[in-house]
Nanobody
Framework: QVQLVESGGGLVQAGGSLRLSCAASGHSFFNYAMAWFRQAPGKEREFVAA????????YHGDPVRGRFTISRDNAKDTMYLQMNSLNPEDTAVYFCAARPGSIATTANDYDDWGQGTQVTVSS
C-alpha cells in the first residue's frame, strides 16, 4: 500500500498561484497512476487531474484545464499540481490518490489516498 502526503496548500489571493506536492512512500511507485481530487464544504469529491506512470497521458478536468498542470517525478516519488489563475471557486481540500495501472477520473477507482491539504482563495 502506498502512503501519500500532500503539501503546499495555503491562502492565496484570486489570480495567484500555488504548487501542491504529493510524496509517496511505503511501496513501489512502479506503474501507479496518480491523481488530484478536491472537495469543497458540502460538495462531493471532484476530479482535478491525473497522470499515468510514465507521464505519457495527463488529463485535466474541465474546471481547471488551461490553469492547472499535473506532473510527476518518479525519481523522487513525487507528484505535483501547479495551479495558476486561482479563483475562489478553487477553494477546497486537495487530495492526491494512487492506483495501479491506467488513469481514472472517478474517486472510487483509486485505492490509496492522502490526508489532504487546504487551499483557500480569497477574492
Amino acid at each position: 500500500q502506498v502512503q501519500l502526503v500532500e503539501s503546499g496548500g495555503g491562502l492565496v489571493q484570486a489570480g495567484g498561484s500555488l504548487r501542491l506536492s504529493c510524496a509517496a512512500s511505503g511501496h513501489s511507485f512502479f506503474n501507479y497512476a496518480m491523481a488530484w481530487f478536491r472537495q469543497a464544504p458540502g460538495k462531493e469529491r471532484e476530479f482535478v487531474a491525473a497522470v499515468d506512470w510514465i507521464s505519457r497521458y495527463a488529463y485535466h478536468g474541465d474546471p481547471v484545464r488551461g490553469r492547472f498542470t499535473i506532473s510527476r517525478d518518479n525519481a523522487k516519488d513525487t507528484m505535483y499540481l501547479q495551479m495558476n489563475s486561482l479563483n475562489p471557486e478553487d477553494t477546497a481540500v486537495y487530495f492526491c490518490a494512487a492506483r495501479p495501472g491506467s488513469i481514472a477520473t472517478t474517486a472510487n477507482d483509486y485505492d490509496d489516498w492522502g490526508q489532504g491539504t487546504q487551499v483557500t482563495v480569497s477574492s
